[in-house]
């Protein structure tokens, strides 16, 4: 011992190929408290989002398809507005015109302006897409966490009905629902709607059914937290991830039912534009004006490849495994 | 001493059906079978037992997250496993219960400030901008600093966050709580202040423990009393000192000796025997002392009937085979 503690005044290099057991106490020194915190200064506490946002910002695609949408968005906004054309002003001099400074996207069979009228169907198409996102999160959501939260015969009920509908296709839906509200757009959002909050209910219920057995949330159970608090405040919010991904995943599909449905001739009235009416109309003159039809093919099939990589992106940056 | 047990514990029963078809024979494992004890105030009853024996769904089922079969627990004098809405409400203020795993019992998703704050917000204790400043003091209370109130529980390491559990159970000054091994998810080194930091919070606040453990060295340096759990039924108890130093139950002296239990696995696939045999429903428990298959000292008597747990001098034990 003496001789370490004098071979470390002669020299105190020497002393780093010792093992700590070896070092002598008189050489350690006592750290002053601030240096025990020294961890957490290291750290910038970040919230789950913060941390799932730089994530996504890594992610190239994701973030091209969010600068794509937002653009749309504007898009959409601002070029009706701004135009001096309108979706159904006619020009019968002007007809199947190619692109030029005066209409970029070139006019259609009636001499009407296709980008307008595809900024038209912009709107059409990202509002039912956002609006049934937004009621198949909250049914989806409300319905799924219930099931969960509550279990066993009910929930075991419950499920059995969603089976069902789940079982029933879309068409027949989009049929029987129009049979009673008419043939509109809002049929349409409804039968989209009907159809797609079951896979959100069927993740969330199975999520919830995990994490009520978690101690966490027996804790909240025994400090005296209400029903609605523990399912809302304390399951619902620890899976966001998915609940999010699969929100984001569903406005493509809506904007791609919606697009299909008036391709055939279902949901918005002539001579009202959405990119799915607007093939339709192309279709005839396919031969002869191509672009005509590679416009609004283009924007459904770009907006659907963004919003796909959003969806993605945010899958990867919400999962907590992937850390 | 108070005249009276904070919590009474009667004749308790938690049985949990685990059929898992409609057309299988009914599948009933007895976690608590039949368990009596009384806690008084301000003491701390430890509660040992091998991992399965029961422990957890005791202390679950007085804190009634698990429904009792049957049986009582009276909160100074009160039946409380009735309890709804308000009554029930108020119950909790009292009842707290500190879970094992610091790494599942914190909501990642809220801040510690939060965690902290949810008992207050809930049961509307003190007025909301003064329940801030309780954050703060339940923190110092449990020796972490102001400024980890807006951290996230991921950033905590296991004893840190089992202190935030800590907190949390204490913003609602409880007079009862149920430790279901707080201390076993954690390096030993930490084990030490954690349970410094429930025996500091215990003379402060005067709050009664059920502390559970499997441990019985460690529990023995804390309880004031001890229970012995075996297979649902509580075997034996006592005070510390004559559980540790002088124990009656064959089972208590085998956990005490050098020499582990003639082998643990044995006696669980015997436990599973148990519940696989023919139908242990609660209207036809098998016969005799759980203990009989594993017990040095088994006699044909302990193969017939349950010996019932009974008093030596304020040692109480449950064996046919321990003269009075
Ligand atoms: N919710 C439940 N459903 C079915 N069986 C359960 C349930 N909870 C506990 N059990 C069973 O009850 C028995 C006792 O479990 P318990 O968790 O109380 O044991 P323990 O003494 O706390 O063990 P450990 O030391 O491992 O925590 C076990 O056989 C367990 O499988
Ligand atoms: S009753 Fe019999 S089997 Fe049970 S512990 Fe006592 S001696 Fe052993
Ligand atoms: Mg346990």
């Known amino acids: ?323 | 001493m108070a005249d009276r047990p904070y919590i009474s514990v009667q004749h308790l029963k938690t049985y949990f059906d685990v059929t898992r078809s409609l057309f299988e024979k009914r599948q009933i494992v007895k976690a608590v079978d039949d368990v009596s004890l009384d806690i008084w105030p301000g003491e701390t009853l430890g509660l040992v037992g091998e991992s399965g024996c029961g422990k957890s769904s005791l202390g679950r089922t007085i804190v009634m997250i698990n429904k009792p079969t049957a049986g009582r627990i009276l909160v100074q004098g009160e039946d409380v496993t009735a309890l709804r809405g308000e009554a029930l409400k108020r119950f909790r203020r009292d009842v707290q219960m500190i879970f094992q795993d610091p790494y599942a019992s914190l909501n990642p998703r809220m801040t510690v400030g939060e965690i902290i704050r949810e008992p207050m917000d809930i049961h509307r204790i003190s007025e909301p901008e003064a329940r801030d400043a309780r954050v703060v003091e339940l923190l110092r209370i449990v020796g972490l600093k102001p400024d980890h109130i807006r951290r996230y529980p991921h950033e905590f390491s296991g004893g840190q966050r089992q202190r935030i559990s800590i907190a949390r159970t204490l913003a609602l000054n409880p007079r009862f709580i149920i430790c279901d091994e707080p201390i076993s998810a954690l390096d030993v080194s930490i084990q030490a202040q954690i349970i410094n930091l429930l025996k500091n919070v215990q003379r402060e606040m005067g709050i009664a423990y059920l502390f559970i453990a499997h441990d019985i060295g460690m529990v023995k340096h804390i309880s004031d009393r001890i229970g012995v759990m075996y297979l649902g039924h509580l075997v034996e108890l006592g005070t510390s000192d004559d559980v540790y130093f002088k124990p009656l139950h064959p089972y208590t002296r085998a956990l005490l000796s050098a020499i582990p239990i003639p082998d643990p696995v044995a006696g669980k696939a015997r436990r599973r025997m148990m519940l696989e045999g023919e139908l242990p429903t609660p209207l036809n428990p098998p016969p005799g002392c759980p203990f009989r298959q594993r017990c040095p000292q088994a006699s044909p008597r302990c193969g017939e009937t349950m010996p019932e747990l009974r008093e030596i001098g304020g040692h109480w034990v449950a064996c046919h085979n321990v003269e009075g």
């Open chain 1, 1 to 323: 011992m003496e001789d370490i503690y004098r071979k470390y005044l002669a020299d105190p290099g020497a002393l780093q190929t010792l093992r700590a057991s070896e070092i002598p106490d008189q050489l350690f020194e006592k750290l002053d408290d601030s240096e025990k915190d020294s961890e957490f200064v290291a750290m910038a506490s970040k919230t789950y989002f913060q941390d799932a946002w730089c994530r996504f910002r890594r992610n190239r695609m994701a973030l091209i398809g969010l600068i794509f949408i937002a653009l749309m968005i504007l898009a959409a906004i601002v070029i009706p507005v701004l135009s001096p054309y309108t979706y159904d002003g006619q020009d019968m001099l002007m007809r199947n015109a190619p692109s030029s400074w005066a209409h970029p996207f070139g006019t259609d069979k009636f001499g009407r302006d296709i980008l307008v009228r595809c900024m038209y169907g912009a709107r059409i198409s990202l509002s039912v897409g956002f609006a049934a996102a937004l009621l198949n999160l909250v049914i989806g959501v409300v319905y799924g966490g219930i099931c969960g939260f509550i279990g066993g015969r009910f929930d075991l009920v419950l499920m059995r009905i969603v089976d069902i509908l789940y079982s029933v296709p879309t068409l027949l839906y989009v049929i029987l629902i129009m049979l009673v509200f008419g043939a509109n757009i809002f049929s349409v959002l409804l039968a989209i709607c009907v159809s797609s909050w079951v896979g959100m209910a069927r993740q969330v219920r199975a999520q919830v059914l995990s994490l009520k057995e978690q101690e966490f949330a027996q804790a909240a159970y025994v400090i005296g937290a209400s029903k609605p608090r523990i399912l809302f405040k304390h399951l619902v919010v620890n899976c966001m991830g998915p609940i999010i991904v699969n929100t984001t995943l569903m406005v493509p599909d809506a904007i791609f039912t919606e697009a299909f449905l008036a391709f055939v001739g279902i949901g918005i009235s002539i001579p009202m534009a959405s990119w799915g009416t607007m093939a339709n109309d192309a279709r005839s003159l396919l031969m002869s004006y191509p672009m005509q039809m590679v416009w609004p093919v283009a924007a459904i099939c770009l907006t659907m490849l963004s919003l796909h990589f959003i969806g993605d992106g945010l899958s990867e940056a919400l999962d907590p495994r992937k850390r």
